[in-house]
C-alpha cells in the first residue's frame, strides 16, 4: 500500500498525522463553519488550506515531500470526508435544537420536518 495512499515507511505514521491530527482539526473546522452558519463551499475551501497544513507536518516531522500533489489530494480526501461529516453532525445538532418545533432528528446526520 505504500506509494498508492501514503508515502511513508509505516502507515501509523499517516493515520497519526493525516487521520488523527488532521482529522481532528478538519472535524473542528467542520464544527466551526456550522456553528457560524457559514456554507459548504467556504468549508471546501478551509479544508484545501488544511491539506496544505498537513501535508507540511508530514514533510517538517518525517521527511515527506512537501509538493506531491498524489498525496496531497490522499490527505484532503481524508480531511474532507471528516470535515463534512463534522460540519453535518454539527448542523443536525443545531437545527433540532434551535428549531426543535420544526425539525426532529431522522439520523445522526440528518434532520426531517415534524409531522
Known amino acids: 500500500m505504500q506509494g498508492i495512499l501514503h508515502e511513508e ?6 493515520f497519526f498525522v493525516t487521520c488523527l491530527l488532521g482529522g ?8 466551526a463553519s456550522a456553528q457560524t452558519w457559514r456554507s ?3 468549508l471546501f ?3 484545501l488550506g488544511l491539506g496544505i497544513g498537513i501535508r507540511f507536518i508530514h514533510h517538517a ?3 515527506g515531500t ?5 498525496y496531497y489530494v ?5 480531511l474532507m470526508i471528516l470535515g463534512f461529516v463534522g460540519y453535518q453532525y454539527t448542523r443536525t445538532n443545531q437545527m433540532v435544537t ?5 425539525y426532529e432528528r431522522a439520523s445522526i446526520l440528518s434532520w426531517k420536518p415534524k409531522g
Open 45 to 47: 475551501a478551509y479544508l
Open 74 to 78: 490522499v490527505d484532503t480526501i481524508v
Open 24 to 31: 481532528w482539526a478538519a472535524w473542528m473546522t467542520g464544527k
Open 66 to 70: 512537501m509538493f506531491s500533489l498524489q
Open 98 to 102: 434551535q428549531y426543535n418545533w420544526l
Open 61 to 63: 516531522l518525517f521527511g
Open 9 to 14: 515507511p509505516s502507515i501509523w505514521q499517516f
Open 40 to 42: 459548504l463551499p467556504a
